[in-house]
Protein backbone atom coordinates (compact mmCIF):
# COMPACT_ATOMS: atom_id res chain seq x y z
CA UNK A 1 0.00 0.00 0.00
CA UNK A 2 1.61 3.36 -1.05
CA UNK A 3 0.60 6.28 1.59
CA UNK A 4 0.57 9.57 0.07
CA UNK A 5 3.74 12.17 0.91
CA UNK A 6 1.32 14.93 2.31
CA UNK A 7 -0.11 11.88 4.96
CA UNK A 8 3.55 10.78 5.48
CA UNK A 9 4.69 14.45 6.51
CA UNK A 10 2.01 14.48 9.17
CA UNK A 11 2.78 10.90 10.45
CA UNK A 12 6.40 12.35 10.73
CA UNK A 13 5.23 15.59 12.81
CA UNK A 14 3.36 13.14 15.67
CA UNK A 15 6.66 11.14 15.50
CA UNK A 16 8.95 14.09 16.14
CA UNK A 17 6.79 15.35 18.52
CA UNK A 18 6.63 12.11 20.34
CA UNK A 19 10.92 11.55 20.38
CA UNK A 20 10.93 15.16 21.48
CA UNK A 21 8.72 14.52 24.72
CA UNK A 22 10.22 11.01 25.20
CA UNK A 23 13.97 12.39 25.85
CA UNK A 24 14.90 11.39 29.40
CA UNK A 25 13.19 7.62 28.85
CA UNK A 26 9.50 8.40 29.09
CA UNK A 27 9.47 6.62 25.84
CA UNK A 28 6.68 3.70 27.66
CA UNK A 29 4.59 7.01 28.52
CA UNK A 30 4.85 8.67 25.62
CA UNK A 31 3.55 5.54 23.62
CA UNK A 32 0.74 5.37 26.09
CA UNK A 33 -0.26 8.65 25.80
CA UNK A 34 -0.36 8.48 21.91
CA UNK A 35 -2.85 5.87 21.80
CA UNK A 36 -4.73 7.63 24.12
CA UNK A 37 -5.00 11.02 22.17
CA UNK A 38 -5.58 9.19 19.33
CA UNK A 39 -8.93 7.56 21.02
CA UNK A 40 -9.44 11.15 22.44
CA UNK A 41 -9.42 12.78 19.23
CA UNK A 42 -11.41 10.51 17.38
CA UNK A 43 -13.82 9.99 19.42
CA UNK A 44 -14.21 14.14 19.23
CA UNK A 45 -13.91 13.64 15.46
CA UNK A 46 -16.99 11.01 15.43
CA UNK A 47 -19.03 13.03 17.99
CA UNK A 48 -18.46 15.97 16.03
CA UNK A 49 -19.75 14.65 13.18
CA UNK A 50 -22.94 13.94 14.54
CA UNK A 51 -22.11 10.49 15.26
CA UNK A 52 -24.86 8.21 16.90
CA UNK A 53 -25.17 6.49 19.94
CA UNK A 54 -26.10 3.38 17.60
CA UNK A 55 -23.00 3.95 14.96
CA UNK A 56 -20.11 3.55 17.70
CA UNK A 57 -19.98 0.41 18.20
CA UNK A 58 -19.15 0.57 13.91
CA UNK A 59 -17.13 3.28 14.71
CA UNK A 60 -14.77 1.59 17.42
CA UNK A 61 -14.47 -1.73 15.21
CA UNK A 62 -13.63 0.77 12.56
CA UNK A 63 -10.81 2.80 14.52
CA UNK A 64 -9.08 -0.90 16.14
CA UNK A 65 -9.49 -2.07 12.76
CA UNK A 66 -7.32 0.43 11.01
CA UNK A 67 -4.94 0.49 14.34
CA UNK A 68 -4.05 -3.77 13.38
CA UNK A 69 -3.56 -2.36 9.86
CA UNK A 70 -1.24 0.00 10.97
CA UNK A 71 0.82 -1.44 13.70
CA UNK A 72 1.15 -4.53 11.50
CA UNK A 73 2.48 -2.50 8.68
CA UNK A 74 4.86 -0.88 10.24
CA UNK A 75 6.38 -3.97 12.29
CA UNK A 76 6.65 -5.67 8.42
CA UNK A 77 8.29 -2.49 7.69
CA UNK A 78 5.86 -1.54 4.39
CA UNK A 79 6.93 2.09 4.80
CA UNK A 80 10.27 1.42 5.81
CA UNK A 81 12.39 0.57 8.99
CA UNK A 82 10.58 1.94 12.18
CA UNK A 83 13.89 2.39 13.82
CA UNK A 84 16.98 3.78 11.97
CA UNK A 85 19.68 1.01 11.74
CA UNK A 86 22.89 1.47 14.76
CA UNK A 87 26.12 1.99 13.21
Given at each position: ????P?????????????????E????????????????????????????????????????????????????????????????
Amino acid sequence: MAYPPEFLKLVDKFIDLANQLAEGGQDGEVSAAIMFAAGRYNAFNFLSNDGTDEDQEKAVDFYVSEYRKAIVSNLQGVVGPVVKPHG
